[in-house]
Nanobody, 124 residues
């Protein structure tokens, strides 16, 4: 089992940047595909980005491609999401998630472990 704790959210203006972090503890972090998802009020949780075990491959939702960057530091057991050029439509609770025994996926059902989420609010 792995425990995940997100941080780094906040209230920003459109065009600003934020770096979200997700600290992992428990089973070996390197064994997990890691992903970021988000959920806005009244909407379903949606895929944002994913990264493979050694960080060699990354995947993004079209809505964030070119603005967000996912990365991981396996020595620090930490996942990151660097966001740039934030838009009001990026407002959501952002969750990190871990998948064990699966290739990467956009499907939240493939991720077994979830953090509690961190709120990102972008004002126009």
């Amino acid at each position: 089992q792995v425990q995940l704790v997100e941080s780094g959210g906040g209230l920003v203006q459109a065009g600003d940047s934020l770096r979200l972090s997700c600290a992992a503890s428990g089973r070996a972090f390197i064994n997990y595909i890691m992903g970021w998802f988000r959920q806005a009020p009244g909407k379903e949780r949606e895929f944002v980005a994913a990264i493979t075990w050694l960080g060699r491959s990354t995947y993004y939702a079209d809505s964030v491609k070119g603005r967000f960057t996912i990365s991981r530091d396996n020595a620090k057991n930490t996942l990151y999401l660097q966001t740039h050029s934030l838009k009001p439509e990026d407002t959501a609770v952002y969750y990190c998630a871990a998948a064990f025994g699966h290739p990467w996926s956009r499907d939240s059902d493939e991720y077994q472990y979830w953090g509690q989420g961190t709120q990102v609010t972008v004002s126009s």
